[in-house]
């Protein structure tokens, strides 16, 4: 089935909601969702295979374990970048603004895909930021220029693939300076896969005209999902509404 | 109280290089919100202006009823920049199944405004989904999807006077003003529609706030007059005859709206505070206008319309006590300005008497909503200086957190900001005596009464002023141990309040920010929310049924499709009763 962005978007707050997230993150949540959706990075393929693990997540953010100057590290708690990929990108662009650049690493963390749409968002609030992770035999660098919409992708070889859950942050005031100091602690392996720009808007445009296919059971199960925030209907709650 | 306005704004217009722009704890109170009424730059006034000036062309290539008027009708609409259908089921509906509130699940009419032409297929899908409204699914080629009920207080005496060849009794349609009336126009993507940034990028000629959903509403209008025509002339062809022009103006569109559009207003804040920018600019223009001094024809204008108003507020039927007792009273000081107006007319232009002494004289001397009523009415002398803020209500919604932001600057911003918001004593029981939830009905937006009501903890975030107290008080304690330290810091440490941080931080840029109201508060007056939207809107004649649902008319007085292509006054703003014959193009359709 097909829904309107506007309309996964009201529904993905209030499943969010349900979830039991705060009103920044499902804010939050339901944007890194529908931007990676709408520009083919499968954001929804992503929410589903995480849903079994939010029902349970008690909604850990990430916790600070050591801040010295421009680095951080973080611990996601085993928790999705939905909740802690925020947090990491914020603290990134903070310690940036104040010490010319910063590098944060958040350990223990899920569905790291998704944090293309923060990196984004940032870029907006005229920050650079390079965004680093590996997912097994494969390394994802996504980085983007200050004022930017939409970030470079690229996945690279990994010579010696480790069990890592780890996302690296570089963020700074402009894109080569941080890419500089990327390439300076990352040696990247030979790039597999490119993911333009111009593919991005056609997508995003194809969505936006045609609506976003939806596999009806995720629809379903985000319903289950918002009717936890709706309140049974009583004829003293019809009361409530103006009768 | 003009030492209060801020003469620092950077609105500019031409040479002008600062407006008396009103201050936002004058403006963003919710009482003068709940007060404005229809200008120049509502919804429907600008969508109505462009029909004309484009002279868009509206013809029916499906006019299928029955001898009752149940059947199906397409209208094909050619806009000036592109082909759409508006396509509308008549359902046959027993009078004791027809309601108003959104839980509704039948209806006398239900329409859909969709993109381009439609063929026969279209037609079928929209033929099983249109009329199940929300239990139904459509799809990214509809724009809206609406309904309506007839009144039963007019519908059927109309029909019935003019199949026996008679034009209905003025008296009797203005206590109502309309035959059908709209209890939904859903846009915006819902139930699979086109998204907002669709219809906004790619069909410019519903390039502004709810123009599509506005518009359906004006097809409605136009369908209830053929419809009411063609119904009377069914019962009856050798003697009916066909609504007076005249009166046909006067028929709007009815609307009933509740608790459903309440929550839109503080889930948009930043549209909304760019919609009450431009109204308050498009006032601050008028203002200025008058800084030295105002011509005699301006002066007449503002008598003649003055009268208007006192007695479009006099013809108003509602039985809400309350708000009979307001029109009573604005008209009151609505006469006394007009007997001003004609007493001192030659030394208020000798003098060179300006508005901003009027306007301070209002303030000080009248009621918040005669205020409003006058400032609407500065407004709409001044077309050559307002019209062009219609193109300034949309804004880019996003709210963005700073989180290099010392906690000590935004501790700061939110005692300038929203002193409003510390100044509440949430510990008075009063203060938090409501909550919003949504019903698992529909999802509708409820009020409810805390501990009495089910539902408190799921309540809807809609308590701005608490939630600003909250996140204030949490900085205040972080700050005893971090006094250095930024938002980024205080978000590793309390993730839950980046979403108020956010939305602070953001309004704080705008010029009128937040809407200054607890809103839980026992007391609250939801109504004043809806009145303020429906303003925007454009809707006229208020009528409340409760503080949570309101009445009104849409686009009662505005001109006929038949009259697109004439010379347009752009005068329909407050009508009144016409008096048949007054206009030369007043013959019967």
Known sequence: MKVSRNELTATLKKAFEGLGFSVGDYQDAAAMIIWSQMHGFDGLQQLQDALPFLNDCLCLHAKLIHNDDHQALLDGQGSSVLLSGSQTVRLACALARQYGSSRVRLDNCHNRRLIIQRLASAAASHSALVAYWVEGTTAIKVSIGPGAKRPDYGRYVVQDAVADQSLLIFAGADLASIDQQFNDEIALGIQTEAYSWDAMVDRYDIMLDEGIEIDESLWYELDTLV????????????????? | MRSEHNTASKQSYGNRAALPMRPASQVMQLDRLGSFHQSRLSFMRTLVRRMVQENWQIKSTIFDLDTEGYGTAVYEVQAKYGTYSYVLF???LDPENRNDRVIANQWDLTMALCEGTVGAEQLEFLRTNVPKQEAGRVDSRVLVLSRGNRSGRTFEYVVDELAHGRQPDIDVIAEVGYLYRTTAAYGSGKLGMADWEKVRTKHRDFNRPF?????????????SLQHTDYVAAQRKPETAVSLHNDIKRYFGIGNSTGLGMAPFLINHPLLINQWIEQRETALARAVDAGTDGVTSAMLEQFRVGTARVIQHLGEIVTGDSQQNISNGLVRGELQELGQWLVNEGPNIIANHYSWAELVLYAETNWRVE???????MLIELYPELVDELEEQMSVDEDQHLVPQMSLADLKLLIEDKYDWALAIDFAEPAAQGSFWYRSEEKMEPRLGQTHIDMGMEKQMPLAIGRMVRECFDEICVYMTEF??????????????FSGAISRIQTMAQSHYGDIRENLVHADVLPIHLLRCKLSFFGVSKFDPRSRLWVRNTMFQGAPLVSDFDKPFLDDWQFPIKPVLGATPDSSTA
Request: proline share 4%; with cysteine; net charge negative.
């Open chain 2, 211 to 223: 123009a599509a959903e506005m518009f359906t509403c004006f097809m409605l209008r136009h369908f």
């Open chain 2, 483 to 496: 006094p250095q330290q930024d938002v980024a810091h205080f978000i590793l440490q309390q993730p839950n």
């Open chain 2, 90 to 92: 008549s359902h046959y």
């Open chain 2, 370 to 376: 005669t205020q409003e009523v006058m400032n609407t």
């Open chain 1, 227 to 243: 009717a936890r925030v709706l309140v049974e209907s009583t004829d003293s709650s019809r009361a409530g509404a103006g009768d």
